[in-house]
């Protein structure tokens, strides 16, 4: 019921700055909270940075201060703009949603896009 494409991937330089953009659409009642998570080859997928549709934010700590995540909420995007990159932030960054499908179920699903691939260069 819902697809997010990602966007804004590549390299960059370590101390670059990139802006990841994710765009959901489908037929759902509301989205709940969207975010970004990334995977490197070897580790597991972990949170970058979460938003609520009420705009409460959620950081791993070792971007807070570098990234910073924003969401428009009316057109069911939300943002990564990344500074100050670092080669360790090397990974395929995914778009995540908390989906509610239905207004006549409050199961949340969670969905995911094809990801985008960030480099960071030393």
């Known amino acids: 019921q819902v697809q997010l494409v990602e966007s804004g991937g590549g390299l960059v330089q370590a101390g670059g700055s990139l802006r990841l953009s994710c765009a959901a659409s489908?037929?759902?009642?509301?989205?709940?909270?969207m975010g970004w998570y990334r995977q490197a080859p070897g580790k597991q997928r972990e949170l970058v940075a979460r938003?609520?549709?009420?705009?409460?934010?959620t950081y791993v700590d070792s971007v807070k201060g570098r990234f910073t995540i924003s969401r428009d909420n009316a057109k069911y995007m939300v943002f990564l703009q990344m500074s100050s990159l670092k080669p360790e932030d090397t990974a395929v960054y995914y778009c995540?949603?908390?989906?509610?499908?239905?207004?006549?179920?409050?199961?949340?699903?969670?969905?995911w896009g094809q990801g985008t691939q960030v480099t960071v260069s030393s």
């Open positions: 938003v609520t549709s009420g705009g409460r934010t």
């Open positions: 489908g037929s759902f009642a509301s989205i709940n909270a």
């Open positions: 995540g949603a908390e989906v509610r499908v239905f207004r006549s179920n409050s199961q949340i699903t969670n969905y």
